[in-house]
């Protein structure tokens, strides 16, 4: 039964990565852009998830991971060595002590608690962005973060490769066969039934911290992208409501499924683009139409097509 439903799986990965390698054929910047926009998106709210669903923690500062990677980028890219490649390994790999510490420090309380602390240390980076002016720019932020060193990611269709590569697959395949692998059971427990864990012979704050610096890590991705993508960052994207952006997505999309955030991804972008042009109230209509969605699909639109999935095939509500 479980067989059925993981061919189910592979091949939503492979319609996924054949669809998403077509785009650039259409020709259109515009288009190009947004799936670049909708990948790194995807990428975000993977990376949350991880720790959202699968963790069971709710975390209200995730944006400290995006932007730690972005800046990271920037800096990196801007005053040591002008090379796109290398100033996103650097903004990954900035991400792992920073993981560490916040994580140390405040995954020794759980729901509320660990939310707040999450918060707190996303608004303290937040702080120093805009404060470590001869740094970071302050609020005017890091332009002209450069896109050509060991490869040339000038134009829109080499960059689009270069972000499908590495979203498509070093993060979204790899994740998924991470998350149904031993380590991924593992982590699965520790939201499932955190009490029986340490029967198994694993610490519970060991595997939150593991759980933590995985989803910091592919969130750093995200911002890295697209701090590259977007040649010019600011402090915004490490303030707190930008943390709510791939909860929002997940909800939209669906925590319980893997491909929940991507779908969320997908609907949260054409939303976005197509209220933006009331430029009064954009806003508005979007949170409207977000409440909607969540309120009139509470498993996510990836559950609506799954009981859709259901009734045309019945035979397949055993399977989950």
């Not at 799936?35 to 990376?47: D, E, Q, R, T």
Request: aromatic fraction near 16%; charge should be positive; include cysteine.
């Amino acid at each position: 039964m479980k067989k059925k439903i993981k061919i189910y799986e592979i091949f939503v990965l492979i319609f996924l990565t054949v669809t998403l390698l077509l785009v650039p054929l259409s020709g259109d910047r515009f288009y190009i852009y947004l799936a670049c926009m909708f990948l790194i998106y995807s990428v975000y709210a993977i990376g949350f998830n991880i720790l959202f669903h699968y963790g069971r923690l709710l975390s209200f500062g995730h944006a400290m991971f995006f932007a730690g990677g972005a800046y990271a980028t920037a800096l990196f890219t801007l005053r040591i060595y002008s090379d796109p490649v290398i100033g996103f390994l650097i903004g990954v790999l900035a991400s792992l002590p920073l993981a560490l510490i916040v994580g140390f420090l405040s995954l020794r309380h759980t729901r509320i608690y660990f939310a707040l602390l999450t918060l707190a240390f996303s608004m303290f980076l937040y702080t120093l962005l805009l404060k470590l002016r001869d740094i970071t720019g302050g609020s005017d932020g890091l332009v002209g973060i450069p896109k050509k060193g060991i490869l040339d990611l000038s134009s829109p269709i080499s960059y689009y490769y270069f972000i499908y590569v590495i979203s498509v697959l070093f993060v979204i395949i790899p994740v998924y066969f991470l998350l149904n692998s031993r380590i991924g059971l593992i982590i699965k427990a520790l939201g499932s039934n955190e009490e029986r864990l340490p029967f198994t012979g694993y610490s519970i704050l060991n595997i939150r911290l593991l759980t933590f610096i995985i989803s910091g890590i592919i969130t750093s991705v995200s911002g890295s992208l697209y701090a590259i993508l977007m040649g010019v960052i600011t402090p915004e994207i490490a303030y707190w409501t930008y943390s709510a952006v791939p909860l929002v997505i997940t909800l939209i999309g669906g925590s319980n499924y893997f491909f929940g955030p991507i779908l969320g991804a997908l609907v949260y972008l054409i939303l976005t683009t197509l209220f933006a042009r009331f430029a009064e109230f954009w806003q508005l209509i979007l949170g409207i139409a977000i409440m909607a969605v969540v309120l009139g699909f509470k498993g996510g639109m990836a559950e609506m097509l799954t009981e859709l999935l259901f009734k045309i095939k019945p035979s397949l509500r055993g399977e989950v």
